[in-house]
């Protein structure tokens, strides 16, 4: 699809559902507010933890830790070559079974007594096990719900209501188009921030800043008839949403070391059959806290890790197909993930300064305008699942009540 | 010949900045960046990214299996270029306060090696 010549930003009347009203600033920076998130949000959505390519080989485990639920997560690609999530925590007495990051093993021992799980999580030896007084079947990891699409790895730490495929609805196809699923490895930079998650996450789904925080990369970006970048569209399936990435018709072409990467770059990511693709301009943000990007030259993924009501953690990756065939496919990639790492920069410190405002409580409420309806969304949707799982504490408190 | 000197023989004008610039590992190469004045920055830009394409180039027509070490300190010093050309065409006279920044965001894993 080509860009349009002439830019027409997406009317309040396509938006209008998401309603107009000030937001209360309280669940941008409230520990009690974060409190109900962890159950309401983070227990009970598909979460993003990592990618296939992570997991080459059969016995390939990662150990992802989930500050949220104050869990520690072991993936692992099993025998029959399906990845499996447990928790990472040995039966006998709770002792974190895993220490590496990453690694490859046919087996994992606890290094307290001994008790070891093979790939499928099920307890194969335990020494002096028949001085127990339980079976072995009864002391498998803790596993899972564990779900692969487009290459990225999610899990569920409930009972899942519907699949994640259905739960991701067409973005799922989506996924499955762009790079990220072909992926075979990538670059990564990570950052802690002083800042809540959804305040955190709310810079990355607006473009009402790009011109002011980003003057050297979005600067050229923006036009006469479409200042401020604002994207040619949106969509919206159940929590996820998505934005459709406008693109200058007229931009300058780069110029000294930067044409040289994008030259270089380009020339790859042909190779890779990646230019062109449908999905190109797709900025998807999956429920609660993931991003991806289609852009074949900038393919990145964004995890906002909560971890507290006023810390998060961000993991941002640059998706690639095959390893580095050449020095000039090196070069680009390193440059390119140097470009978004300046971007995602100049971001954190702005979010830093936003939650210390909020924090203060100063404001009862902020405002979102139009073109910041992905960040409403976002608001809605966890503001309508912490309600329901208040009134569900308040139905069961009844409950008990009634009981007592 | 090559492990005589600290660069290709082609490449030999840019020997002065081996010791600078020519990082090990993606993070390094961001961290030279970070750490350097705007006066190395300039003299090694206006040196070296000239000579981008053709020791990419150079560099491709050889390819990663047959590169020797005098090979690999240009690979290397290209990749630090990347960095520094970011400071010098896009960011200007922001990098420094951009370079306090940026501190915060580690580089964990790449391709060429974290």
């Keep these: 699809m080509n860009s349009p010549t002439t830019f027409t930003p997406v009317g309040q009347d396509e938006l209008d559902w998401l309603g107009t009203d000030p937001v209360p600033t309280k669940p941008y920076y409230d520990p009690a507010w974060f409190e109900l998130e962890r159950e309401a949000v983070f227990r009970r959505s598909w979460q993003q933890v990592g990618h296939v390519c992570e997991l080459p080989e059969q016995g390939s485990f990662i150990r992802r830790e989930l500050e949220v639920l104050g ?179 007229d931009m300058a072409p780069p110029t000294g070391v930067q044409a040289v990467a994008f030259q270089r770059g380009a020339i790859c990511a042909m190779a890779d059959g990646i230019l062109g693709a449908e999905t190109a301009k797709d900025y998807i943000g999956l429920f609660p806290n993931f991003f991806v990007f289609g852009s074949p030259m900038q393919h990145f993924s964004h995890t906002v890790y909560p971890i507290a009501a006023d810390k998060s953690r961000g993991v941002i990756r640059l998706y690639w197909i095959g390893e580095d065939e050449t020095p000039s496919e090196r070069f680009a990639r390193e440059y390119f993930m140097a470009v978004a790492r300046d971007v995602h920069t100049e971001d954190r410190a702005v979010i830093e300064r936003g939650h210390k405002g909020l924090a203060s409580g100063a404001l009862e409420y902020l405002h979102f305008q139009t073109q910041e309806s992905l960040c409403r969304h976002l608001f809605n949707m966890v503001s309508e699942k912490v309600e329901a799982y208040r009134a569900e504490l308040t139905g069961r408190a009844e409950q008990e009540g009634a009981r007592a | 010949m090559s492990t005589q000197t600290l660069l290709p023989e082609s490449f030999a004008a840019l020997e002065p900045y081996v010791a600078g610039w020519a990082r090990n590992g993606s993070a390094a190469r961001a961290g030279r960046r970070g750490n350097s004045t705007a006066e190395e920055r300039e003299a090694f830009y206006a040196a070296v990214a000239g000579e981008l394409p053709r020791a990419l180039d150079y560099l491709d027509a050889k390819g990663f299996a047959a590169l020797d070490d005098a090979d690999q300190r240009l690979m290397n010093m290209m990749l630090c270029l990347g960095h520094v050309a970011l400071a010098v065409e896009q960011q200007n006279d922001a990098e420094p306060r951009h370079a306090r920044d940026r501190a915060h965001m580690h580089i964990t894993h790449t391709p060429a090696g974290a």
Excluded at chain 1, 130 to 141: D, G, M, Q, W, Y
Excluded at chain 1, 204 to 219: D, K, M, T, V
Excluded at chain 1, 222 to 236: L, R, W
Aim: proline share 7%.
């Design chain 1, 71 to 249: 869990a520690s997560l072991l993936i692992v690609r099993g025998k029959d070559g399906e990845v499996c999530a447990f928790h990472n925590v040995c039966t006998h007495r709770g002792t974190q079974l895993v220490d590496e990051a990453a690694g490859k093993r046919s087996t994992f021992s606890c290094p307290y007594h001994m008790w070891t799980f093979g790939l499928d999580g099920g307890l194969i030896s335990a020494p002096d096990f028949e001085s127990f007084h339980v079976t072995k079947a009864e002391c498998a990891l803790p596993q899972l719900a564990c779900e692969v699409v487009g290459g990225l790895i999610f899990v569920h730490f409930g009972k899942p209501e519907s699949s994640l495929r259905e739960w991701l609805g067409p973005y799922a196809n989506k996924l499955e188009m762009m790079p990220v699923a072909r992926a075979t490895t990538f670059s990564e930079y990570v950052y802690d921030i002083d800042a809540n998650w959804k305040l955190t996450y709310d810079n990355f789904q607006e473009n009402y800043h790009l011109r002011f925080i980003h003057p050297s990369a979005a600067g050229p970006s923006t036009s006469p008839d479409n200042p401020f970048a604002y994207p040619t569209a949106y969509d919206f399936h159940g929590p996820h949403r998505s934005q459709r990435i406008w693109t200058k018709p």
